[in-house]
């Protein structure tokens, strides 16, 4: 019993249910796909802050543009780190990968959409240029934000399946 976050309106009453049941192990590949967008948008920022040159200086030198590259790393780093959880526990038949799987979409699509707004931060003006490529992970990543439903909706589903769990003392 107990009442339910998703409130019994088809997938969480916001939207974003997936269209056929949860995406089972087709999730974590695609918080994988999501990991690696956000790796390439975090390698592309690196190698920018190193080339580029403000006041005679490399502008990775700046304090302010670290602090960007650091919240790039925060994202890419949780979204790698649910996601290896979630294959690992589907791989190996572990209990837990349904909740696993879950989180994982979650944090990698929240997480690959803000690695790129970082990324964007730190490119300025030349990220905006289609021939430069960053906005092809951009665009990536606001198109997979609800592959597979939506954050919002994988974190209610998380939330009923720890309610169906006694996970108290």
């Not at 974590?28 to 948008?41: E, M, R, S, T």
């Amino acid at each position: 019993g107990g009442a339910r976050a998703g409130g019994g309106r088809g997938g969480g009453g916001g939207g974003g249910a997936p269209r056929a049941g949860g995406g089972g192990g087709a999730t974590p590949v695609l918080c994988a796909y999501q990991v690696g967008g956000g790796q390439a948008a975090f390698d592309m920022a690196v190698a920018y802050s190193r080339e580029r040159r403000q006041f005679g200086q490399p502008i990775g030198r700046f304090q302010h543009v670290q602090n960007h590259i650091i919240q790039l790393v925060n994202h890419v780093d949780a979204s790698r780190w649910t996601t290896y959880e979630a294959l690992w526990r589907l791989d190996e038949g572990k209990s837990g990968g349904e909740v696993a799987s879950h989180l994982a979409k979650a944090v990698t699509s929240e997480g690959f959409v803000q690695a790129v707004n970082f990324s964007h931060e730190v490119h300025a003006g030349v990220g905006v240029m289609h021939e430069y490529g960053l906005t092809l992970y951009t665009q990536l990543s606001r198109s997979l934000y609800h592959q597979l439903g939506s954050p919002r909706w994988h974190r209610r589903r998380l939330g009923d399946l720890l309610v169906d769990h006694d996970l108290g003392p």
